[in-house]
């Protein structure tokens, strides 16, 4: 269960920061000699916006819950290895009497 987290955590992370990065390159390539950005349109304009806006929202949401994995991940972690030293403790006590 631990790596399952572990590996969903890592996948959150790269969608997070690879739609960051995509949505980053995408307007730089929209933008003109002077720096402005081209859209066909008023409409296309505050569609492609408003669309980049959601998805900036939703990547910064992926990097939150991915982060909030590792947490989990950390801790699943923890809780085995001490369910282990539990157990080991337990086997010498059994073992000595």
């Known amino acids: 269960m631990a790596t399952f987290i572990l590996i969903l955590s890592i996948l959150f992370l790269l969608l997070g920061v690879g739609l960051i990065y995509w949505i ?3 307007k730089f390539y929209r933008r ?3 720096g402005l950005e081209g859209f ?3 409409e296309a304009s505050l569609f492609i ?4 806006r959601i998805g900036k929202w939703l990547a910064y949401a992926l990097i939150l819950f ?3 994995l590792f947490y989990i991940h950390y801790l ?10 539990r157990i080991e403790m337990e086997n010498n006590i059994l073992s000595v009497e």
């Open 40 to 42: 066909s349109s008023f």
């Open 66 to 68: 991915s982060l909030f």
């Open 76 to 85: 699943e972690k923890e809780r085995i290895e001490d369910k282990k030293k």
């Open 49 to 52: 916006r408003f669309i980049e």
């Open 32 to 34: 003109n000699v002077a």
């Open 24 to 26: 980053n390159r995408r």
